[in-house]
């Protein structure tokens, strides 16, 4: 989802809480990114959901240790786990395919995509500046 007033990117896998922030919150829909999973399976790790509403923006990680530095700073107020993602295999091999994590510092907003070619159009031309690598695996839509 996307809200043009605030500019954040919302991801959720709770259709409850998409159809209120479509009808109560300015978002719109923006479609499915892809498949993750509700709870843990073997080899997924959580992808963490925070949000700073002095920026405006929701923040994902699947690291630990960046989730509790983030919120060290307060600026981010933790919404606990938004779903669960590949991390690879104990062999190193990866899963489904990646999503990337990008960051705009004019929006102050990240952006979560798993697809490379929509990953090159949102850094070449709508600000997205910062490639902050892969977040996760997940499953083709």
Known sequence: MWNPTITDHFYT?????????????????DGIAGYVFAEPQPNTEALFRLWTPEFGDHFYT???????HVLKDGQYKDEGVACYLYMGTPEGQSCG??????HSPGYAN????????????????????????????????
């Open 13 to 29: 896998i709770n259709v409850t809480e998409y159809e209120i922030f479509a009808s109560t919150k300015g978002y719109l829909k």
């Open 97 to 102: 395919q990646p999503l990337y994590r990008l």
């Open 110 to 141: 990240h952006f979560y995509t798993g697809s490379q070619r929509e990953k090159e159009r949102m850094k070449s031309s709508e600000g997205y500046t910062s490639d902050e690598g892969i977040t996760g695996w997940i499953l083709p839509y």
């Open 62 to 68: 699947s690291s630990v240790f960046e989730r509790n």
